[in-house]
């Protein structure tokens, strides 16, 4: 028995095309657009192209269909899931880091000074504080 007599399910395996189609339309990659409208088509198919090579090898072997299906195609959507996660973690941690916070105030408001150079809406904050005062 040679390796073309099985069924074709187990003697012959999708190409890296045919399991990008499969990945990028499963639930599991479209939920997090949905979820997400930060994350946008092409984090999401870059992520989705990096974790398919990744499983590919070399070779870009995903083995037989019946074995891809079985195996492979979870892994990948697993670590495509557990990477988006990684990315929403640390957008949280970003957004309520105060450090960050302090730093983006600093950034915006800084008064001008010998040492450090005027704050990126500082003069529009001024004028109207100025123009609000003098209407009293």
Known sequence: MSYRDGPWYESCGPDIEEVRRDIMHASNVMKWLKKFPTENILTV????????????????????????ATFVRK??????????????????????????????????????SKNNSVGLRYHLVKTTFEKHQTNK
């Open 45 to 68: 198919s870059e992520v989705g192209d990096y974790e398919i090579i990744k499983a590919g090898g070399k070779t870009l072997c995903y083995g037989s269909f019946r074995g891809y």
């Open 75 to 112: 892994d990948i959507l697993n670590d495509i899931v557990t990477t988006f996660k990684k990315r929403e973690n640390a957008i949280k941690k970003i957004n309520t880091s105060i450090i960050v916070l302090n730093w983006i105030n600093d950034r915006l408001y800084r008064p001008p």
